[in-house]
């Protein structure tokens, strides 16, 4: 079981940007197809973003693509979440979530995923 832990989350004035951090322990990390969801108080889990093993096949939720992007390096343990052009509504909790699915596409709901970190709170002002 590969342990996670995010960082780089705090609070951004709509418009700036923030990159979060998550790295695991273990060394099949780079193996694993990671994802980032989120999470607001009253409101489902969402999906964000996921990238898989083999570093294809991006997948993005509608409301972030063109201004987030995800990326990893596997030499570090590490997938990132680069958030642009921040908006209040994304204010949440975000985690990284790690799948030991082998599919073309990475996974782009929760139960696809086997493990996760605490989360880093995003937080947005207007």
């Known amino acids: 079981q590969v342990q996670l832990v995010e960082s780089g989350g705090g609070l951004a004035q709509a418009g700036e940007s923030l990159r979060l951090s998550c790295t695991g322990s273990?060394?099949?990390?780079?193996?694993?197809?990671m994802g980032w969801f989120r999470h607001a108080p009253g409101k489902e889990r969402e999906f964000v973003a996921a990238?898989?093993?083999?570093?294809?096949?991006?997948l993005y939720s509608d409301d972030v693509t063109d201004r987030f992007a995800i990326s990893r390096d596997n030499a570090k343990n590490t997938v990132y979440l680069e958030m642009n052009n921040l908006r209040p509504e994304g204010a949440a909790m975000y985690s990284c979530?790690?799948?030991?699915?082998?599919?073309?596409?990475?996974?782009?709901?929760?139960?696809?995923?086997?493990?996760w970190g605490q989360g880093t709170q995003v937080t947005v002002s207007s």
């Open positions: 979530e790690a799948s030991t699915l082998r599919t073309t596409a990475p996974g782009t709901v929760h139960r696809d995923y086997s493990c």
């Open positions: 273990g060394r099949t990390f780079q193996l694993l197809t």
């Open positions: 990238i898989p093993w083999t570093g294809g096949h991006i």
